[in-house]
């Protein structure tokens, strides 16, 4: 099967303090360096997500208005 140009899936585990490391090709592909500061957005019907660093002040104007 193949993958969908742009689709990524990984899996990362979760350690005794609850912290995660993401995924070298994810770092990669998003651009994500030591000491960014990444917003995560969750809703507890629909999941997680860690979008786009970019996407901050998007994020925050909706969120906050």
């Known amino acids: 099967m193949e993958k ?3 689709k ?3 899996t990362v585990t979760v350690g005794t303090k609850g912290q995660i490391v993401i995924p070298k090709e994810a770092r990669d592909v ?3 360096n030591p000491g960014d500061h990444l917003l995560i ?3 507890v019907k629909q999941g ?3 979008p786009p660093t ?3 002040d998007e994020y925050f104007k909706k ?3």
């Open 54 to 56: 970019d996407s901050f």
């Open 30 to 32: 998003f651009n994500i």
């Open 41 to 43: 957005l969750a809703d």
């Open 48 to 50: 997680m997500a860690i």
């Open 8 to 10: 990524y899936a990984w």
């Open 4 to 6: 969908p140009e742009g």
């Open 63 to 65: 969120i906050f208005g």
